[in-house]
């Protein structure tokens, strides 16, 4: 895990003042990204790749709290769930950042390459973790950064 000057030394990330506005859209596209990973008649290549946008929005949501924006470029999926550990440091965050990050992957080649990439249990696990990082960065939003949420 880098520490933000680190990161903003080396043009991962950018100071960003974030607002309540911001981060409910945020929140609101994560919720309708969870609704629509959990709709059973989409393929599991779609509902697993809109649970992992969710999983990059709620990173984005706690970057931008921290007061920070991923630079834009080829590398900002790989350097939101790097930057999100610096700003909830805990074991959980770290260890979900890891998975989403492997998640990523997948979520290019379903994008870009090719279908059927996933299986039903990889899918449904996506959606689980994705639902327990909410719980966690809404905990720490509402603890660490209420002023920016109506929650």
């Known amino acids: 895990m880098m520490s933000w ?60 709290a921290a007061g920070y924006r991923p630079a834009k470029g080829n590398s900002a999926h790989f350097i939101s769930f790097d930057a999100v550990k610096s700003a909830i440091p805990t074991d959980q965050v770290s260890m979900l950042a890891d998975y989403f990050d492997l998640c990523r992957r997948k979520r290019n080649h379903i994008d870009y390459d090719a279908s059927e990439v996933v299986t039903r249990t990889e899918t449904e696990e996506i959606i689980r973790r994705t639902n327990e990082f909410r719980e966690l960065v809404l905990q720490w939003l509402k603890d660490a950064h209420s002023e920016l949420i109506d929650r």
Do not use: C, M
């Open 5 to 64: 000057k680190d990161l903003v030394d080396n043009g991962y990330v950018q100071p960003h003042r974030s607002s309540r506005a911001e981060i409910g859209d945020l929140l609101a596209l994560i919720d309708r990204d969870l609704r629509d990973a959990s709709i059973e008649g989409l393929s599991d290549d779609r509902r697993f790749a809109t649970s992992y946008n969710a999983a990059l929005q709620l990173a984005k949501a706690a970057i931008a």
